[in-house]
Protein backbone atom coordinates (compact mmCIF):
# COMPACT_ATOMS: atom_id res chain seq x y z
CA UNK A 1 0.00 0.00 0.00
CA UNK A 2 1.42 3.59 -1.47
CA UNK A 3 1.61 6.04 1.70
CA UNK A 4 1.10 9.87 1.93
CA UNK A 5 3.98 12.24 1.46
CA UNK A 6 2.96 14.73 3.81
CA UNK A 7 4.12 18.34 2.19
CA UNK A 8 7.12 20.51 3.44
CA UNK A 9 6.46 23.24 6.64
CA UNK A 10 3.88 25.68 4.76
CA UNK A 11 2.90 23.68 1.83
CA UNK A 12 -1.05 22.81 1.56
CA UNK A 13 -0.58 19.35 -1.07
CA UNK A 14 0.49 15.84 0.08
CA UNK A 15 1.48 13.06 -2.82
CA UNK A 16 1.20 9.43 -3.22
CA UNK A 17 3.69 8.37 -6.09
CA UNK A 18 1.25 6.24 -8.32
CA UNK A 19 2.80 2.77 -9.98
CA UNK A 20 4.15 4.77 -12.46
CA UNK A 21 6.81 6.66 -10.56
CA UNK A 22 3.89 9.79 -10.71
CA UNK A 23 3.79 11.79 -7.84
CA UNK A 24 -0.35 12.76 -7.45
CA UNK A 25 -1.52 15.49 -5.01
CA UNK A 26 -4.16 16.21 -3.05
CA UNK A 27 -5.21 18.52 -0.43
CA UNK A 28 -6.65 16.61 2.77
CA UNK A 29 -9.11 19.04 4.95
CA UNK A 30 -12.05 18.11 7.88
CA UNK A 31 -12.03 14.92 9.97
CA UNK A 32 -14.28 12.03 9.88
CA UNK A 33 -14.99 9.43 7.43
CA UNK A 34 -12.65 9.47 4.26
CA UNK A 35 -13.91 11.26 1.37
CA UNK A 36 -12.34 11.13 -1.66
CA UNK A 37 -12.67 13.63 -4.66
CA UNK A 38 -12.07 13.11 -8.35
CA UNK A 39 -12.54 16.35 -10.72
CA UNK A 40 -13.31 16.83 -14.27
CA UNK A 41 -11.73 16.54 -17.27
CA UNK A 42 -10.51 20.24 -17.38
CA UNK A 43 -10.46 21.66 -13.77
CA UNK A 44 -7.92 20.48 -10.72
CA UNK A 45 -8.69 19.94 -6.81
CA UNK A 46 -9.83 23.80 -6.68
CA UNK A 47 -13.41 23.32 -8.52
CA UNK A 48 -14.60 21.63 -5.22
CA UNK A 49 -14.01 25.20 -3.80
CA UNK A 50 -16.62 26.52 -5.42
CA UNK A 51 -19.62 27.13 -4.05
CA UNK A 52 -17.74 25.48 -0.66
CA UNK A 53 -18.11 22.57 -1.53
CA UNK A 54 -15.23 20.94 0.02
CA UNK A 55 -15.61 22.80 3.20
CA UNK A 56 -18.40 22.24 4.11
CA UNK A 57 -18.04 18.27 3.45
CA UNK A 58 -14.97 18.69 5.50
CA UNK A 59 -17.28 19.30 8.55
CA UNK A 60 -17.72 15.91 9.08
CA UNK A 61 -15.13 13.93 6.46
CA UNK A 62 -11.77 13.71 5.77
CA UNK A 63 -11.74 15.15 2.63
CA UNK A 64 -9.20 14.88 -0.28
CA UNK A 65 -9.23 16.37 -3.58
CA UNK A 66 -6.81 15.33 -6.00
CA UNK A 67 -4.99 16.66 -8.29
CA UNK A 68 -5.13 14.57 -11.53
CA UNK A 69 -2.24 13.97 -13.25
CA UNK A 70 -1.07 16.75 -14.85
CA UNK A 71 -3.07 19.07 -13.13
CA UNK A 72 -2.34 21.45 -10.42
CA UNK A 73 0.33 19.83 -7.98
CA UNK A 74 0.82 16.41 -9.65
CA UNK A 75 3.41 15.02 -11.72
CA UNK A 76 2.84 13.84 -15.41
CA UNK A 77 4.34 11.56 -17.82
CA UNK A 78 5.73 11.80 -21.34
CA UNK A 79 2.85 9.78 -22.80
CA UNK A 80 -0.71 9.60 -21.60
CA UNK A 81 -2.68 6.47 -21.31
CA UNK A 82 -6.24 6.29 -19.11
CA UNK A 83 -5.26 3.41 -17.02
CA UNK A 84 -2.33 5.86 -15.80
CA UNK A 85 -5.19 7.69 -14.25
CA UNK A 86 -7.20 4.48 -12.78
CA UNK A 87 -4.23 3.75 -11.37
CA UNK A 88 -3.40 7.34 -10.02
CA UNK A 89 -7.25 7.04 -7.83
CA UNK A 90 -6.63 3.83 -6.70
CA UNK A 91 -2.65 4.33 -5.00
CA UNK A 92 -5.09 7.42 -3.39
CA UNK A 93 -7.49 5.63 -1.85
CA UNK A 94 -4.96 2.97 -0.79
CA UNK A 95 -2.31 5.46 0.70
CA UNK A 96 -5.81 5.88 3.17
CA UNK A 97 -5.76 3.43 6.40
CA UNK A 98 -9.59 3.07 6.29
CA UNK A 99 -12.57 2.22 4.09
CA UNK A 100 -12.38 5.35 1.55
CA UNK A 101 -16.21 6.83 -0.04
CA UNK A 102 -14.79 7.95 -3.76
CA UNK A 103 -17.02 10.55 -5.28
CA UNK A 104 -15.94 11.29 -9.29
CA UNK A 105 -17.43 13.95 -11.34
CA UNK A 106 -17.57 13.99 -14.94
CA UNK A 107 -14.48 12.42 -16.82
CA UNK A 108 -13.46 12.12 -12.71
CA UNK A 109 -16.07 9.66 -12.34
CA UNK A 110 -14.70 7.59 -15.63
CA UNK A 111 -11.14 7.08 -13.69
CA UNK A 112 -13.16 6.89 -10.55
CA UNK A 113 -15.43 3.69 -11.51
CA UNK A 114 -12.07 2.18 -12.74
CA UNK A 115 -9.99 2.57 -9.62
CA UNK A 116 -12.55 0.68 -7.95
CA UNK A 117 -12.29 -2.30 -9.91
CA UNK A 118 -8.40 -1.93 -8.49
CA UNK A 119 -9.01 -1.79 -4.58
CA UNK A 120 -10.83 -3.18 -2.19
CA UNK A 121 -10.38 -0.05 0.26
CA UNK A 122 -14.00 1.34 -0.17
CA UNK A 123 -17.18 1.80 1.33
CA UNK A 124 -19.01 3.83 -1.12
CA UNK A 125 -18.75 4.91 -4.58
CA UNK A 126 -20.44 8.05 -6.16
CA UNK A 127 -20.44 8.46 -9.79
CA UNK A 128 -22.07 11.79 -11.43
CA UNK A 129 -22.36 11.30 -14.97
CA UNK A 130 -18.84 10.04 -16.59
CA UNK A 131 -18.52 10.32 -19.88
CA UNK A 132 -17.94 6.09 -20.90
CA UNK A 133 -18.95 5.23 -24.33
CA UNK A 134 -21.87 3.10 -23.60
CA UNK A 135 -23.29 2.72 -27.29
CA UNK A 136 -20.52 4.49 -28.96
CA UNK A 137 -19.00 8.19 -27.59
CA UNK A 138 -21.99 10.10 -27.59
CA UNK A 139 -20.54 12.97 -25.65
CA UNK A 140 -21.41 16.45 -28.18
CA UNK A 141 -21.78 16.56 -31.78
CA UNK A 142 -19.23 15.85 -34.80
CA UNK A 143 -20.08 19.21 -35.21
CA UNK A 144 -19.70 20.77 -31.81
CA UNK A 145 -16.08 18.78 -31.42
CA UNK A 146 -15.11 20.25 -35.33
CA UNK A 147 -15.83 23.61 -33.84
CA UNK A 148 -13.82 23.06 -30.87
CA UNK A 149 -10.81 22.16 -32.62
CA UNK A 150 -10.82 24.80 -35.47
CA UNK A 151 -10.95 27.49 -32.66
CA UNK A 152 -8.27 25.71 -30.93
CA UNK A 153 -6.53 25.79 -33.97
CA UNK A 154 -7.39 29.23 -34.20
CA UNK A 155 -5.79 30.33 -30.83
CA UNK A 156 -9.19 31.07 -29.45
CA UNK A 157 -8.47 28.96 -26.51
CA UNK A 158 -11.51 30.82 -24.35
CA UNK A 159 -14.36 30.17 -26.99
CA UNK A 160 -12.79 26.57 -27.46
CA UNK A 161 -13.26 26.08 -23.95
CA UNK A 162 -17.02 27.36 -23.95
CA UNK A 163 -17.78 25.33 -26.96
CA UNK A 164 -16.60 22.45 -24.57
CA UNK A 165 -18.21 22.99 -21.72
CA UNK A 166 -21.59 24.34 -23.12
CA UNK A 167 -21.90 21.92 -26.33
CA UNK A 168 -19.94 19.17 -25.82
CA UNK A 169 -20.47 18.30 -21.93
CA UNK A 170 -23.31 20.24 -22.04
CA UNK A 171 -23.71 21.80 -18.77
CA UNK A 172 -26.54 24.46 -18.24
CA UNK A 173 -26.21 28.49 -18.44
CA UNK A 174 -26.13 28.33 -14.52
CA UNK A 175 -23.08 25.93 -14.74
CA UNK A 176 -21.21 27.89 -17.37
CA UNK A 177 -21.82 30.99 -15.46
CA UNK A 178 -20.60 29.37 -12.08
CA UNK A 179 -17.24 28.11 -13.39
CA UNK A 180 -17.09 31.18 -16.18
CA UNK A 181 -16.83 33.30 -12.45
CA UNK A 182 -14.51 31.37 -10.34
CA UNK A 183 -11.23 32.62 -9.64
CA UNK A 184 -9.25 30.14 -11.39
CA UNK A 185 -11.18 30.34 -14.65
CA UNK A 186 -8.26 32.18 -16.53
CA UNK A 187 -5.80 29.16 -15.19
CA UNK A 188 -8.35 26.44 -16.81
CA UNK A 189 -8.37 28.29 -19.71
CA UNK A 190 -5.11 28.70 -20.16
CA UNK A 191 -4.43 24.76 -19.72
CA UNK A 192 -7.50 23.45 -21.90
CA UNK A 193 -5.36 22.64 -25.37
CA UNK A 194 -3.06 20.50 -23.21
CA UNK A 195 -5.59 18.84 -21.36
CA UNK A 196 -7.81 17.88 -24.29
CA UNK A 197 -5.93 15.68 -26.15
CA UNK A 198 -5.90 13.46 -22.72
CA UNK A 199 -9.80 13.69 -22.66
CA UNK A 200 -9.93 12.42 -26.45
CA UNK A 201 -8.45 9.33 -25.20
CA UNK A 202 -11.85 8.13 -23.65
CA UNK A 203 -13.48 7.37 -26.78
CA UNK A 204 -10.91 4.81 -27.64
CA UNK A 205 -12.67 2.91 -24.10
CA UNK A 206 -14.26 -0.34 -23.96
CA UNK A 207 -17.50 -0.15 -22.04
CA UNK A 208 -17.83 -4.23 -21.10
CA UNK A 209 -21.27 -3.74 -18.46
CA UNK A 210 -20.43 -7.91 -17.62
CA UNK A 211 -16.96 -6.64 -15.83
CA UNK A 212 -18.93 -4.31 -12.87
CA UNK A 213 -20.94 -7.02 -11.67
CA UNK A 214 -19.07 -8.15 -9.40
CA UNK A 215 -18.52 -4.76 -7.92
CA UNK A 216 -20.52 -4.76 -5.32
CA UNK A 217 -19.64 -1.79 -3.42
CA UNK A 218 -22.97 0.80 -2.44
CA UNK A 219 -22.94 3.11 -5.51
CA UNK A 220 -24.72 6.33 -5.78
CA UNK A 221 -25.19 7.75 -9.29
CA UNK A 222 -25.84 11.00 -9.51
CA UNK A 223 -27.67 12.91 -12.56
CA UNK A 224 -29.04 16.37 -13.81
CA UNK A 225 -32.18 16.42 -15.33
CA UNK A 226 -31.14 19.18 -17.47
CA UNK A 227 -28.03 16.76 -18.39
CA UNK A 228 -27.38 16.24 -22.42
CA UNK A 229 -28.85 12.82 -23.60
CA UNK A 230 -25.54 11.06 -22.86
CA UNK A 231 -25.20 11.52 -19.29
CA UNK A 232 -29.11 9.55 -18.81
CA UNK A 233 -28.05 7.06 -21.03
CA UNK A 234 -24.43 6.30 -19.31
CA UNK A 235 -26.83 6.56 -16.01
CA UNK A 236 -28.96 4.10 -16.84
CA UNK A 237 -26.43 1.82 -18.14
CA UNK A 238 -24.44 1.84 -15.10
CA UNK A 239 -27.70 1.50 -12.74
CA UNK A 240 -28.14 -1.37 -14.54
CA UNK A 241 -24.26 -2.93 -14.69
CA UNK A 242 -23.73 -2.71 -11.07
CA UNK A 243 -24.95 -4.82 -8.76
CA UNK A 244 -25.68 -2.25 -5.65
CA UNK A 245 -27.01 0.88 -7.11
CA UNK A 246 -29.15 3.90 -6.96
CA UNK A 247 -29.38 7.21 -8.77
CA UNK A 248 -30.20 10.53 -7.59
CA UNK A 249 -31.41 13.12 -9.90
CA UNK A 250 -31.23 16.57 -9.59
CA UNK A 251 -34.38 18.65 -11.07
CA UNK A 252 -33.33 21.57 -12.68
CA UNK A 253 -29.71 20.75 -13.05
CA UNK A 254 -27.74 19.58 -15.12
CA UNK A 255 -24.03 18.19 -15.28
CA UNK A 256 -22.48 20.28 -12.29
CA UNK A 257 -25.06 20.80 -9.73
CA UNK A 258 -22.49 20.67 -6.92
CA UNK A 259 -22.09 24.38 -8.61
CA UNK A 260 -25.56 25.81 -8.78
CA UNK A 261 -27.42 23.59 -5.91
CA UNK A 262 -24.55 23.12 -3.24
CA UNK A 263 -26.80 22.30 -0.70
CA UNK A 264 -29.27 19.11 -2.43
CA UNK A 265 -25.85 17.87 -3.79
CA UNK A 266 -23.76 18.02 -0.22
CA UNK A 267 -27.08 16.65 1.76
CA UNK A 268 -27.16 14.05 -0.81
CA UNK A 269 -23.09 13.32 -0.33
CA UNK A 270 -23.72 13.29 3.71
CA UNK A 271 -26.87 11.22 3.86
CA UNK A 272 -24.77 8.10 1.50
CA UNK A 273 -21.75 8.29 3.37
CA UNK A 274 -23.76 8.05 6.49
CA UNK A 275 -25.58 5.24 5.06
CA UNK A 276 -22.67 3.25 4.03
CA UNK A 277 -20.41 3.83 6.92
Known amino acids: MAKATPPDAGEELETVTAPDGTEIAYERTGSGPPLVLVHCATADHRVWELSDVRATLAE??????????????????????????????????????????????????????EAAMRTDNLSA????????????????????????????????????????????????????????????????????????????KIPDYTYDPVRFAELTTPTLLLAGSESGQWGKETTEALDDALPNSRVVTFDGHGHAAMLTAPDRFIDEIRTFIRKTN
Open 60 to 113: DATVYAIDRRGRGGSGDAEAYEPEREFEDVAAVVESIDEPVTLLGHSAGGFYAL
Open 125 to 200: LVLYEPPMPINGYGVGSEAARTEMLSLLEAGETERAYVVFIEKIAEWTPEEVDAIQSAPMWQEYVDGFPRLIPKYA
